[in-house]
């Protein structure tokens, strides 16, 4: 990652609590703070509770974009710097999925509309695993990202194999799921947005052990 997308991030995730500031005027007295899985308001508060949600959902993006693009600095294996671009690139994607949803979330309530939250929140979820599925094919062996299971780390010709399937596993089921949780009810989203996690997480696991255990058989 350029030196120019390292200086914009840093707008970007500062974006929402700029926005907020601006149509500060706009935002009710009461407004939602709290969501249930399918959407549903579950907690109300006052609009200075909102401003501290938003500024504390902001520190929580710099944190976890700082956590993720520098991990591979403590990860003892010796080939964990080769990952030092792909994590970049994965932390900046995941800074603009947090943005953009904490400024839909900003603008629906200003609108005083939050209908269409779960929808755009599950269709961003979508593109960001397909976002990590482009850069998960060349993930080198690590301790803090990817599939990490005894057997993979152990082989990197497991390592290897088991992310190539992941990563376009990822890209094309993220986009597909981006594309059906824009035409599902809420209530449908959750128990699709859950079947189709458990393809992606699973799918590579019972993969990489049978490359394992085929593996495992061919020295005996």
Request: glycine content about 4%.
């Amino acid at each position: 990652m350029n030196a120019i997308l390292r200086r914009i991030i840093w707008l970007i995730m500062l974006i929402p609590a700029v926005y907020l500031l601006i149509i500060w005027k706009q935002i009710p007295q009461t407004v939602p703070l709290h969501f249930d899985l399918k959407g549903t308001v579950d907690k109300y508060g006052t609009k200075h509770d909102f401003i501290t949600l938003i500024l504390s959902l902001t520190i929580v993006n710099v944190i976890v974009y700082l956590l993720v693009s520098n991990i591979y600095k403590i990860d003892p294996r010796k080939n964990a710097s080769l990952n030092k671009e792909r994590m970049k690139r994965m932390a900046f994607g995941v800074a603009i999925y947090l943005s953009a949803i904490w400024i839909m979330l900003i603008y629906e309530i200003a609108h005083n509309d939050v209908s269409m939250t779960m929808k755009f929140v599950f269709g961003a979820v979508g593109l960001l695993l397909a976002f990590i599925g482009n850069n998960m094919c060349n993930l080198k062996p690590n301790y803090f990202a990817g599939i990490r299971l005894p057997w993979t780390l152990e082989n990197e010709d497991n390592w290897r194999r088991t992310h190539q399937l992941a990563g376009r596993l990822w890209f094309f089921g993220g986009i597909i799921f981006a594309v059906i949780a824009l035409c599902l009810t809420d209530r449908s989203i959750i128990y699709i947005g859950a079947a189709f996690l458990a393809v992606l997480i699973f799918v590579p696991v019972i993969y990489s052990y049978s490359l394992f255990k085929n593996q495992t058989k061919a020295h005996v």
